[in-house]
Each structure stands twice: as C-alpha cells, then as structure tokens.
C-alpha cells in the first residue's frame, strides 16, 4: 500500500514562522496594552490634585450674586435691629439715669417727675432707634463685604465700623453715641473671635 506524500508546496511553507509571529504580535499587543494602563493609573492622580488645586479658584471665581445668599442678608439685618434696638435701650437708660441724678442731662433740666419721666422716655426711644438703624447697617455691610471680597477676616468688621460709625460723627445728638457704638463693635468682634478659636478641652483623673 502506496501512501501519499504531502503536496510540496505546503512542505514549503514555514508554520513554525507564522506561529512564533503571531505569538511575538500577541506579546507586542499585551505590552503596549499594560503600558498604556499604567500611564492612565499616573495620569488619574495628577489630574485628581490638578481638580483639588483648581477647586477654590473655581469658587472663587463665582460671581457675587451666586455667593451672595439673599435670607442670611435679611437674617444678619434682623439680627441687628434686635440686638441694636436692646443694646441701644440700655445705654439710652444709662445716661437717663445718670441725667435724673445730676439734675440735666444735654441741656434739659430735669427738675419735676414730669420731664424725668419724658426725658427716660424719649432718651431711651431715640437711642434704642438709633442703634438699631446703626447695627442693622453695621452687620449687613459687614456681610456685604465679606461675600464681595470672598474673604473672612478682620477687613469685613473695619469695612463696616467706619462706614457706619461716620455718619454719627456728622451731628452732635448721634455723635454720644459713638463711644457705645464702638463698643457694640468691640463686642461682636470679640464675640466672632471667640467663636472662631477652637476650644482646647483638658481632661483630669482623680
């Protein structure tokens, strides 16, 4: 029995050639996959920083109606109407009271039961007004001042403390008010200081 031999012409052909150049074309594919995977894990945490640096340059570059909250503005106006109008009651009812004891107060005599009571009356009235209007004014452009320059810091109170306080320099019945007006100052950047400063906690064991 004859057996036949393969055609010569696929005898010729190299397989172990084609073979070994798939493989190194599957090895070649394989690295230039992994390299391309690791580029993409360096790249993923520079641009995470590149996002965290650029995060309080976008903020910042909001513009002021878009950091400028409407209620808290009202709630800062109201804030200060309440606290002015009590604050301002009770220094008007110091210099009633000091007024009553010397007799005159600001020119007004106050001999009779009559015009004590219409001096207090009037007195704390008008300074429980006045503050009022004052420490609205005094918080509302302090946040005004804060949103516009996009910062929290001491420039925000001084802003406001020299716009408000000026006007009650211009006439001689606000301008005694002026010392109790830097102090209501005084007191609420104390008050924001205080707030500001983390408190430290000790603990004792017995």
């Known amino acids: 029995m004859r057996y036949i031999s393969a055609h010569p012409i696929m005898s010729q052909v190299p397989w172990t050639r084609i073979r070994e150049f798939k493989e190194e074309q599957e090895r070649k594919k394989r690295r230039e996959f992994e390299a391309a995977l690791g580029r993409a894990q360096l790249q993923v945490p520079g641009q995470q920083d590149q996002q965290q640096s650029q995060g309080p340059a976008t903020a910042r570059a909001k513009p002021f109606q878009e950091r400028f909250k409407e209620s808290y503005f009202k709630e800062r106006l109201m804030f200060g109407g309440v606290v002015g109008a009590v604050t301002g009651a009770f220094f008007g009812g110091l210099d009633a009271v000091q007024g009553i004891k010397k007799g005159e107060a600001f020119g007004v005599m106050l001999n009779t039961l009559p015009s004590k009571a219409k001096f207090s009356g009037e007195h704390i009235g008008s300074a429980a007004l006045v503050f009022s209007i004052f420490y ?19 420039g925000n109170p001084a802003t406001a403390a020299i716009t408000t306080v000026a006007p009650l320099l211009l006439s001689a019945t606000f301008r005694r008010n002026v010392p109790y007006a830097v102090l209501l100052i005084g007191m609420d950047v104390f008050s924001e200081a205080t707030a500001s400063t983390p408190s430290s906690t000790t603990s004792t064991t017995s």
């Open 136 to 154: 609205s004014s005094y918080q509302g452009i302090k946040y005004i001042s804060k949103v516009a320059r996009d910062e929290d810091d001491w």
